[in-house]
């Protein structure tokens, strides 16, 4: 069966330092993932997906990045961190590409900046 | 362009009732898929369902229903005889190639 880890669970940064949040699947090869971001009360925003190693698609401009440097490993970075920032960071993957593929979500990093 | 709409921001409800979660979306294709979710208070996304547009039949999975309505552009969901452990934010989705565009959700909240 299929895994998907997401660490850490929880983080307290202060504004301008840097972020790295990992996310790794198991038991399945050339995942689709993704990266969202929820804020306090409000819905899921896609930040990031990727398709295979190396290959990112932003959906919102932003100061945050990602990269792809294994197959099943996604990782969402900063180089300084706003208050903006904040919120509930899902990563997620599919199958593949299609309209009928749902996406399944991992636990979830909380990111509180101050 | 998609869109999913979830207007009931927020619904109580007392344990054993009956609660509908209305679900409403906007696309151009002519087949589709629509998903739920359901995010319990722990904060991960959990797959419910998954719908096709040319299958109109309700689908029921134990205490929980759903009915899709084309014609309507609707897909709704309903949980029957609620419990404390139903009391979550739950997500109506469509999905697009690698998109999936959210509903905002409805937070339910179940009453002992």
């Known amino acids: 069966s299929q895994t998907i880890h997401q660490w850490p669970a929880t983080l307290v940064q202060p504004v301008g330092s840097p972020l790295s949040l990992e996310c790794t699947v198991e038991g399945t090869s050339n995942p689709n993932l993704y990266w969202y971001r929820q804020a306090a009360g409000r819905g899921l925003q896609l930040l990031f997906y990727?398709?295979?190693?190396?290959?990112i698609s932003s959906e919102v401009p932003q100061n945050l990045s990602a990269s792809r440097p294994q197959d099943r490993q996604f990782i969402l970075s900063s180089k300084k961190l706003l208050l903006s920032d904040s919120g509930f960071y899902l990563c997620a993957w599919s199958w593949l590409a299609g309209d009928h593929n749902e996406q399944f979500f991992g636990p979830g990093t909380r990111l509180t900046v101050l | 362009a998609q869109k999913v709409t979830q207007a009931q921001t927020e619904i109580s409800v007392v344990e054993k009732e009956d609660v509908t979660l209305d679900c409403v979306y906007e696309?151009?294709?002519?087949?589709?898929?629509l998903f739920w979710y359901k995010q319990p208070p722990s904060g991960e996304l959990v797959f419910l369902i998954r719908?096709?547009?040319?299958?109109?039949q309700n689908e029921i999975s134990g205490r929980y229903s759903w009915n899709f309505q084309k014609s309507t552009s609707s897909f709704n969901f309903t949980i029957t005889a609620s419990q404390v452990v139903d009391s979550a934010v739950y997500f109506c989705?469509?999905?697009?190639?690698?998109?999936?565009?959210f509903g905002g959700g409805t937070r339910l909240m179940v009453k002992p």
């Open positions: 696309t151009r294709d002519t087949t589709y898929y």
């Open positions: 990727s398709v295979g190693i190396g290959q």
């Open positions: 989705a469509l999905p697009r190639g690698n998109m999936l565009t």
């Open positions: 719908r096709n547009s040319f299958d109109e």
